[in-house]
């Protein structure tokens, strides 16, 4: 059973940092694309920041030059260095892993359970 932690979350003040980390458990054969998704009350679910295997990123446009994602495939880890953080950036925020659990199987969306980062003075 492939599961996703993160971790990392808190309550941080205008133009701090936080560093979010997530890693993927469990039996499978190998990872593609590794991302960061973010919800804020009442809104709906976006895409923050996203890594391919080979590396190519891409970010939505409020996180670019503020946001950094990586990826250690050993690890089975992504993670995503956030700082200048704004009120605005206040979410929930959840790693999405796909994930192929056999080598000739099908690969699928793995969510992790969410952390939340709170900016606020």
């Known amino acids: 059973q492939v599961q996703l932690v993160e971790s990392g979350g808190g309550l941080v003040q205008p133009g701090g940092s936080l560093r979010l980390s997530c890693v993927a458990s469990g039996s499978m054969f190998s990872i593609d694309d590794m991302g960061w998704y973010r919800q804020a009350p009442g809104k709906e679910r976006e895409l923050v920041a996203s890594q391919t295997i080979i590396g190519t990123t891409d970010y939505t446009n409020s996180a670019k030059g503020r946001f950094t994602i990586s990826r250690d495939n050993d690890k089975k880890s992504v993670y995503l260095q956030m700082n200048s953080l704004k009120p605005e950036d206040t979410a929930v925020y959840y790693c999405?892993?796909?994930?192929?659990?056999?080598?000739?199987?099908?690969?699928?969306?793995?969510w992790g359970q969410g952390t939340q980062v709170t900016v606020s003075s």
């Open positions: 999405k892993m796909k994930i192929k659990i056999r080598i000739y199987g099908d690969t699928y969306d793995y």
